[in-house]
């Protein structure tokens, strides 16, 4: 029989819609869990995702973001205008399965290696939130997941750790650029969701962030954009400014040209904020691409307590 420790709420009144997940096993403060409005799998995940060739697209706005992965030379974008109404992609590229996530409420664009401990897990969306972070959960062990950190919270998978797969955020106009024949994620069905609306609108202009009940006490305002490497982070205002930002054997490079996706009710109409590459310099003199994340300075402290935004 399940006891709550002194830090944990009871969660029994989640078992009812979780009977497979072992609540015993935990490693967070239910009291830090939250519902986000819709139940277990009502923001459906993409499991079986169908793809165009990115010369072929033709509805998606030039600077509009898209999450971008390349595994030897293959090449896959992942729109934003999509990723807004199901949050999650369950994708292979080369053989290799990935899950592809974005939190609209973190601006958290992370993706992950499926496999681990000779399984490969695929990933739907829980409806719970902690620290207005994306919970998600495996349906192989229906065990919870910390989108922002790829971590096990609770269940089986309690304390395991998922790999991060380097990617970018990018404009499309730049993928398609680079990557004609590239293959870019397409609706199932272009009727089922709002595609290339934001049901945020100015969502990344408030002072304060949405279903957040933790504190705050950064160098920068809570909803400012960061970009985070590990347990650092630099504020993206700062390095706009700069145009680049070295630290270490890190290279983090602005352009301009993308839009954000939580700015106007319409992505295509949003507001300029750049996006960024984060290199990561090698000893042999060349680079490869470092896993980072743009987000939000709260949701950075939140799960990096003792992490640093680095504002000098």
Known sequence: M???????????????????????????????ILSGGPPKDGIPAIDNPKFKPASEIKDIG?????????????AKAYPLRVLMW????NDTIDNMPITVTYCPLCNASIVFDRRLDGKVLDFGVSGKLRYSDMVMYDRQTESWWQQ?????????????????????????????????????????????????????AGYDSLKKPFLYNGKYNGP???????????????????????????????????????NSALDKSSIQKSRDIGFVSVQKKNADGSSTDEVHDVTFAFAFMAFHPNGKIHVE
């Open 86 to 89: 199901h949050e999650i992609a």
């Open 148 to 200: 922002f950190l790829g971590k096990g919270i609770v269940g089986e998978m309690n304390g395991k750790q998922l790999k991060m797969v380097p990617s970018r955020v990018i404009p499309f106009s730049q993928f398609k650029a680079a990557h004609p024949d590239g293959q870019v994620l397409v609706p199932n069905s272009t009727t089922t969701r709002a595609y290339g609306a934001n049901p945020y």
């Open 220 to 258: 920068v305002p809570p909803l400012a954009y960061v970009v985070a490497v590990g347990k650092n982070a630099w504020p993206l205002a700062a390095i706009r400014k700069k145009g680049k930002v070295e630290s270490g054997n890190i290279i983090i490079t602005w352009q301009g040209g993308m």
């Open 2 to 32: 399940f006891v709550p420790g002194p830090a944990h709420a009871d969660p029994t009144r989640w078992q009812h819609e979780w009977p497979r997940t072992d609540f015993r096993k935990s490693s967070v403060d239910f009291n830090d």
């Open 62 to 74: 030039d600077q509009e973001p898209v999450i971008t992965v390349t595994h030897n030379d293959i």
